[in-house]
């Protein structure tokens, strides 16, 4: 069955305490696997689109990588601006799912 | 520009009400979608519009229908509600690599 999958479901950081967040994904002929980050009462905001495996993209504090089977966005010293969910998404065929998203909170 | 807009943000329906939540995008993009949010589920994708005149099932369309009116604006209708589909709904455009979202529209059916 087709999946997306996001861990963990929830998370705490010191300001400052780097980390990553998991994307697991499960589908045929990936077309595309992307970040968003979604803040409290709005819409979800672009953040990186990845096409293959190996393939890493970088913005401020954040850099996604993709492999085979899943994708990481690590976060080096995070600001408690950064709290937020973050959500992934896979374009596969012509389907587009987006996981549940992992929320962060950063505490200064 | 104000990106993707959507009318109204909050609305409370009874069960078997009908209405159309309206989206426009001012990014001159060909693309349109809409998702709803639900706790723990994630966005879905009801319906997309990869261009002026074409309308495409996403994931969940069942019990809504789509109009994509211009280039601009794309709307969803319930036409009679359900409370199953109390939700946060999202208008967003763009292609499929990189989606722009509105605000959202909270909608509870009673």
């Known amino acids: 069955e087709d999946q997306v999958t996001q861990s963990p479901e929830a998370l705490r950081l010191q300001e400052g305490e780097s980390s990553s967040l998991n994307c697991s994904y499960t589908v045929s002929g990936l077309r595309g696997l992307f970040w968003y980050r979604q803040d409290p009462g709005k819409g979800p905001e672009f953040l990186f689109t990845l096409y293959s495996a190996g393939e890493e993209k970088e913005k401020e504090r954040l850099k996604a990588t993709l492999t085979k089977k899943e994708s990481f966005l690590h976060i080096t010293a995070p600001k408690p601006e950064d709290s937020a969910t973050y959500l992934c998404?896979?374009?596969?065929?012509?389907?587009?799912?987006f996981g549940p998203g992992t929320r962060l909170s950063v505490l200064p | 520009n104000a990106g993707v807009t959507q009318t109204p943000k909050f609305q409370v329906l009874k069960t078997g009400q009908s209405m159309t939540l309206q989206c426009a995008q001012d990014?001159?993009?060909?693309?349109m979608y809409w998702y709803r949010q639900d706790p723990g589920m994630g966005l879905r994708l009801i319906y997309y519009?990869?261009?002026?005149?074409?309308?495409d099932k996403g994931e969940v369309p069942n019990g809504y229908n789509v109009s994509r009116l211009n280039k601009r604006e794309f709307s969803l209708r319930l036409e009679s509600a359900a409370p199953s589909q109390t939700s946060v709904y999202f208008c967003?455009?763009?292609?499929?690599?990189?989606?722009?979202f509105g605000p959202g529209t909270r909608l509870t059916v009673t």
């Open positions: 967003a455009s763009g292609d499929f690599y990189e989606q722009y």
């Open positions: 998404a896979a374009y596969y065929g012509q389907n587009f799912v």
């Open positions: 990014m001159n993009h060909n693309s």
């Open positions: 519009s990869a261009s002026e005149g074409t309308t």
